[in-house]
């Protein structure tokens, strides 16, 4: 196979997997999200946080964007033993769980 086409062929399969870098403005903005839905309340991350709960600073090296966004709006009776103290967020707006997912899951 000639090299161009092995290169694209390459990228198209790997293009997937990557999730989209968030911009300057997505990245603040889901710091923010992560402080006013009291995520800190119990998790660790970058330094500052409970121990309560598991940290969350390379959470992106055991669940991916979709795992955690499930993790998020799972229901109460949807829960297993170890999850049941994480609260559901299925009240909160879709687009801003989705981009904390996404922020969540860039940290490795
Ligand atoms: C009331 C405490 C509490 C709050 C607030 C909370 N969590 Fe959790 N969370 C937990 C507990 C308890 C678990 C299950 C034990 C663990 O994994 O550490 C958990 C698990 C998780 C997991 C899965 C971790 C893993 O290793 O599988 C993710 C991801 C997560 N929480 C993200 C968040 C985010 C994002 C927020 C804020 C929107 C948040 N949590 C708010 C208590 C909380």
Redesign the pocket.
Known sequence: MRPVLFTLLLLGLCTPLHAEPLSKSEYRQAQR??VA???R???DFEKSGST???S?DR?GL??NEEE?LR??QLAPEERDE??????S?QT?PADQLKL??RF?AARK
């Open positions: 999200l992560f839905l009291g995520c309340a119990c998790h309560l709960a598991g969350l959470i055991k669940l955690i993790r998020l170890a999850n049941k103290y994480m609260p967020y909160t904390l997912s969540l």
